[in-house]
Every structure is written in structure tokens, then in C-alpha cells.
């Protein structure tokens, strides 16, 4: 009798498994993606709507991004190819979006960057660094591909 159970078991698991394999269910993507129009679409209006005020509309950042400002915090970078976004992996960027810097950095490290992960859905933060990427030059997509283990 368990037998039988085991074999029916195993028979739905290989059912699921092909209809999987066959239909491309997926559960969102795993990495920003600037090849993907649809997903470069959501991620500007993500970006307009929860990053630009810091970042700027050109992804420019804000000035003199390099320096502390007087509350010790630093200034937020740009992510276009002036500022080093790209030379951070896809990994590293999702999580500093979605945890924020704070949890990432040494004890003490106090930055206006907060994590968007209650606010944003996996999907979205990975859409909105999916824009950030799509307008960066191609010599600097294809290094950063290439630095995130994909093929440019």
C-alpha cells in the first residue's frame, strides 16, 4: 500500500516537473536584465518614482558625491557610467537596493540609502536596476555582464 503511494507520488512530481520545463513557469527574474523591454519599462517608472529624488532623472546622483557630507552620510552616487553602480555585481546591487546599505556595511555605517524591500517587490527592484543598466554605454554592459557571470 505505501508502495502505491510512493509511485503516485513520484508520477505527480514528473508531471509538475514537465509541465514546468514545457511552460516556462517562472517566478520573476533573478537578474537585471537590459535586454528585456518590458522589464526596462517597469524599472523606469520604479526608478522615476522611488530613486530619482535622490539619484536624479539622469541617473547623475547628487554633487560632489564623493565627499561627506556634513552629517557624515555620503551623497547619493550616480548610477550612470560616471559612477560605480557598474562595477558592483547584479547580486550586490539587488541587495543594497533591497536591504539597504546599512545592513551591508560595518557596524556603525549610517547612509540615506534605506532598503526598498517593503516597499518594492523582487521583481521591481530588479526592473528598476534593469533601467539603470539599459543606459549605460555597451562597452560597460558588456564588462558588468561579464563581471555578474553572464554572457554579454
Known amino acids: 500500500m505505501a508502495l502505491r ?3 503516485i507520488a513520484l508520477v505527480l512530481t514528473a508531471v509538475v516537473a514537465v509541465f514546468i520545463w514545457k511552460f516556462g513557469i517562472s517566478r520573476g527574474p533573478t537578474f537585471a536584465d537590459a535586454n528585456d523591454p518590458e522589464l526596462v519599462a517597469l524599472g523606469s517608472a520604479i526608478y522615476g518614482e522611488h530613486c530619482a ?3 536624479g532623472t539622469r541617473l547623475q546622483g547628487q554633487p560632489n558625491w564623493q565627499q561627506r557630507k556634513a ?4 551623497p547619493a552616487p550616480p548610477h550612470d557610467e560616471t559612477g560605480h553602480t557598474w562595477h558592483h555585481p547584479d547580486e550586490q546591487n539587488f541587495k543594497v537596493t533591497k536591504i539597504g546599505i546599512e545592513a551591508l556595511a560595518p557596524a556603525g555605517y ?3 540609502m534605506k532598503g526598498f524591500g517593503d516597499i518594492l517587490s523582487d521583481k521591481e527592484i530588479w526592473a528598476s536596476l534593469a533601467y539603470i543598466k539599459s543606459r549605460w554605454p ?3 554592459r558588456r564588462r558588468h555582464a561579464e563581471m555578474s557571470g553572464r554572457n554579454p
Open 5 to 7: 503511494y510512493i509511485l
Open 53 to 55: 529624488s535622490c539619484h
Open 71 to 74: 552629517d557624515g552620510r555620503m
Open 110 to 112: 549610517k547612509s540615506d
Open 138 to 140: 555597451e562597452p560597460i
